[in-house]
């Protein structure tokens, strides 16, 4: 699998920075699971993501989205975000803890019977949803109730965390496919053999197409629409959840997008992720650089 294959050469400063992620996330596996998901939470919050400009850019990213918001309320939204982004990592590095504390949770949702009769009837389906909640707890879950979901991920900047890293999400369920001409192309045929696979279309697209993303323009790729038109795959969006206690999540299976032309489809893609942002902003990654050009122009409100 393309998570398996060796590590591209990377240069001595990813490197250095690669063994001081895998000592972090060593040393926090001493530590019981729901300590552990805490602290990581904690430490992104107060340390990691401050040092790494990841606050900086959420509270750009907030103040240009929702720039009448009190300064107030969009730092904590941002202080939350840090926290989550954490959260999910040790998360997804701790692959039995985590499938263990998701082990009683139902998925719900209109989307679950048509995924049933997809999965009797051989048809393909992709998933879809966003850097929100924990990304990959749907997939955990519906894994356990039988379903084999693969994935198509575009690969960090740094080789030698990015080669553990699709490790790990290839363990959690199906086959992880980089974004790249090889990786896609196992995509595919994992598609036409009747495989159920996760696209997360929230991250900016070079050459993308403009889609109105809370309020403004976000160069988005129409892969999953047209990749779902072209094979007659099921379009599904699905999310975790995070619930109030930090460690558990709901699963939410929406109904299928329906089939029609791919802008419709990936606006109503975006319009499904922007719901639950609104209902819960603290949970989206506010970090990426989704609205290149605008969010370095906003007030960050006087962020350090």
């Given at each position: 699998?393309?998570?398996?294959?060796?590590?591209a050469e990377g240069t001595r400063t990813d490197w250095i920075a690669d063994r001081a992620m895998r000592g972090l996330i060593a040393?926090?596996?001493g530590l019981p699971y729901p300590a552990r998901v805490a602290a990581m939470g904690r430490l992104s919050r107060r340390a990691v993501a401050p040092l790494a400009g990841y606050r900086r850019r959420a509270l750009a990213n907030l103040a240009l989205i929702w720039p009448d918001m009190p300064e107030a309320r969009r730092r904590a939204i941002?202080?939350?975000?840090?926290?989550n982004l954490?959260?999910?990592l040790i998360?997804?590095?701790s692959r039995r803890d985590f499938a263990a504390r998701l082990a009683r949770v139902e998925p719900r949702g209109e989307g679950l019977a048509p995924l049933a009769e997809a999965r009797e009837a051989g048809r393909p389906v992709i998933f879809v949803t966003g850097h929100f909640g924990n990304h990959e707890a749907p997939r955990?879950?519906?894994t356990r109730l039988g379903y084999t979901i693969g994935g198509l991920y575009r690969a960090m900047s740094n080789p030698y965390f990015n080669a553990h890293y699709?490790?790990?999400?290839?363990?959690?369920s199906g086959p992880v496919f980089a974004k790249s001409r090889a990786g896609t192309t196992g995509f595919v045929r994992h598609l036409r053999g009747g495989g159920m696979a996760t696209l997360l279309f929230d991250v900016h697209e070079r050459g993308g197409t403009p889609?109105?993303?809370?309020?403004?323009p976000a160069s988005t790729s129409l892969s999953a629409a047209q990749l779902a038109l072209r094979y007659d795959a099921l379009l599904v969006p699905y999310f975790g959840i995070r619930q109030p206690n930090g460690l558990d999540f709901e699963v939410a299976v929406e109904a299928p997008i329906p089939h029609g032309d791919p802008v419709e489809m990936t606006r109503e893609m975006t319009r499904r992720l922007e719901a639950r942002i609104e209902a819960h902003p603290g949970q989206w990654f506010w970090i990426h650089r989704r609205w290149k050009g605008g969010a370095g122009k906003a007030r960050a409100g006087g962020a350090d």
């Open positions: 699998m393309a998570a398996r294959k060796a590590t040393g926090a596996h941002a202080a939350d975000c840090c926290e954490g959260r999910t998360e997804n590095y955990v879950v519906l699709a490790a790990t999400m290839e363990d959690l889609i109105p993303f809370l309020g403004r």
